[in-house]
């Protein structure tokens, strides 16, 4: 199956630093997106971005599917940005029926004050 | 509104109970998951339903029962279940492409029940 990697798996910043996530996927995919996990457990969207750009305030994603990576850039970090980043691809497409997501292992990022 | 719910927030239960998971999504989607995700390790995939029917069942083991009663609700049925069930149990809904059309997969997620099995 369809392998996704996530790197680094840990990373430690002060608050106010910018930060790289990268994710590497195996295959082609019809679907990607990151999300945020917060200590409680709760997945957050960040984007849904099969290929381009997008922003959304001090958090932007690209993903450029032709060389099978997604990057998500983090601005000026804060103590709230703490928490376990995912990538999570759809490798398969049918047509008119369900899918499945297959998640990286993980950034786990530590915003310090 | 792009809220699913769950409930409850939190369950502790004996290998002999029996229990039940609800998740309930009001956004019109009609495909929805159940996750299972342990400590330090990313969420694993369950079941699927897409317009109300099983479609996708990742080998879980009996003791662990879905079943989605209208679009809008999942419940997972927990019986005889081993301590190392414990974990966070997500649920996950999204739409569904038209048959022949491309599809449109972004998943949204509940906030889970964190499960302990004693």
């Known amino acids: 199956g369809i392998q996704v990697e996530q790197s680094p798996p840990d990373l430690i910043l002060q608050e106010g630093a910018n930060s790289t996530l990268r994710c590497n996927f195996s295959d082609s995919v019809n679907n990607l997106q990151w999300f945020h996990q917060n200590p409680w457990g709760q997945l957050i969207n960040l984007f849904y971005?099969?290929?381009g750009t997008k922003q959304n305030g001090r958090l932007s994603a690209t993903t450029v599917a032709t060389e099978r990576y997604s990057l998500l850039y983090i601005s000026s970090s804060q103590t709230t940005d703490s928490g376990v980043y995912f990538c999570?691809?759809?490798?398969?497409?049918?047509?008119?029926?369900?899918?499945?997501?297959?998640f990286g292992k993980g950034t786990k990022l530590t915003v310090n004050p | 509104d792009t809220e699913v719910t769950q409930t409850p927030k939190h369950l502790v239960m004996g290998m002999t109970n029996k229990k039940s998971l609800k998740c309930e999504q009001h956004?019109?989607?009609?495909?929805m998951y159940w996750y299972k995700q342990k400590a330090k390790k990313p969420p694993e995939l369950m079941f699927v339903y897409s317009y109300e029917k099983l479609s996708i069942n990742e080998s879980v083991p009996s003791r662990f029962s879905p079943e989605c009663p209208n679009s809008s609700l999942l419940n997972l049925h927990l019986h005889a279940l081993q301590p190392e069930d414990s974990a966070l149990y997500l649920c996950a809904s999204s739409h569904l492409g038209l048959a022949g059309g491309p599809t449109y997969n972004e998943q949204f997620f509940g906030p889970g029940t964190r499960l302990t099995v004693l």
């Open positions: 971005i099969p290929s």
């Open positions: 956004m019109g989607h009609r495909a």
């Open positions: 999570a691809v759809d490798p398969r497409i049918i047509q008119g029926g369900s899918e499945k997501l297959v």
